[in-house]
């Protein structure tokens, strides 16, 4: 097995193998090939590691920087990491955390964290330490190592690249920018996709048990659909002020 970085012609087939790796896991969202991307056009992808075994791409490793709240500095967020389901088992994983653990030592990185899989990344050193938290994230899948003395103590955030929606939350958003209207719209709140869209706050609860849109937190997300989403909530505005307007859209009977 050869572990290196990863060249231009990698770009589509580490696409290919975090998709297949995580495909049947309930606790991925199938967005981590998005993250890896947005990390790459970003600038933010600072170690790409894939594992070549015959010459074809079977594992890859991402690191991108993270910010701590006390300012901490040179941190970084481990993964994703993947490895092709039929090749998973045979220490591939192992290898590729463990060189990218040690190129960022060797450039005098001070430290690592992730979020999962903390029975796996224990092996290699990572704890949860209760001064270290990420936001909306239980304490015990979000883990650190830290390469110098110190553990910081703060808030960690994740590039902006981890902040994906799914395929069925951009489906429901969707829906609910077609259906916009200038009060809100009925939605169903036990539909856990529109729970996860009014957890990460792109959708508010109003106490009628309708929905607002916010297309300022969507934009985190998804820029696209967040001038859409924009775009439709200045329009019904528009209309609904407009009398004339209003009774072309609507209809007057
Ligand atoms: C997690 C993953 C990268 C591990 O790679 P791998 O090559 O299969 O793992 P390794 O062969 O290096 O495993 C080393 C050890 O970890 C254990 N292990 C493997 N996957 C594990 C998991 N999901 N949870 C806990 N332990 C795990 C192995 O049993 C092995 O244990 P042993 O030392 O007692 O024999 C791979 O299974 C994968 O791609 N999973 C799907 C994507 C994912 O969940 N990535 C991690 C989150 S970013």
Not at 160 to 165: D, H, I, P, S, V
Request: aromatic residues 8%.
């Amino acid at each position: 097995m050869i572990i290196r970085n990863e060249e231009p012609s990698d770009i589509d087939t580490i696409a290919e193998v975090t998709k297949a790796a995580f495909k049947d896991y309930s606790y991925s969202q199938q967005t981590e090939h998005l993250t890896i991307h947005d990390l790459r056009v970003a600038g933010a992808l600072t170690i790409s590691l894939v594992s070549e075994i015959g010459g074809q791409v079977v594992g890859h490793i991402a690191l991108s920087p993270v910010t701590i709240s006390d300012g901490t500095t040179n941190w970084y967020g481990l993964g994703p990491v993947s490895v092709l389901p039929e090749y998973q088992g045979h220490r591939i994983g192992t290898a590729l955390v463990n060189s990218g653990l040690a190129l960022l030592k060797s450039s005098n990185s001070n430290g690592i964290v992730l979020l999962g899989l903390p029975t796996y990344f224990n092996r290699f050193g990572f704890w949860s330490y209760p001064q270290l938290i990420h936001e909306g994230t239980p304490q015990e899948v979000f883990v650190a190592k830290s390469l110098v003395e110190r553990v910081p103590n703060g808030t960690v955030e994740f590039h902006q690249a981890f902040k994906q929606l799914s395929i069925i939350e951009k489906d429901a958003i969707a829906d609910v920018i077609i259906d916009y209207a200038i009060a809100g719209i009925k939605v169903d709140l036990a539909d856990p996709v529109i729970g996860s869209l009014i957890q990460k706050e792109i959708l508010t609860e109003m106490p009628d048990g309708k929905v607002m849109m916010r297309p300022s937190v969507l934009a985190e997300y998804d820029s696209y659909f967040a001038q859409v989403s924009q775009f439709r909530a200045t329009e019904m505005s528009r209309v609904h002020k407009n009398p004339i307007l209003a009774a072309v859209t609507y209809g007057n009977g």
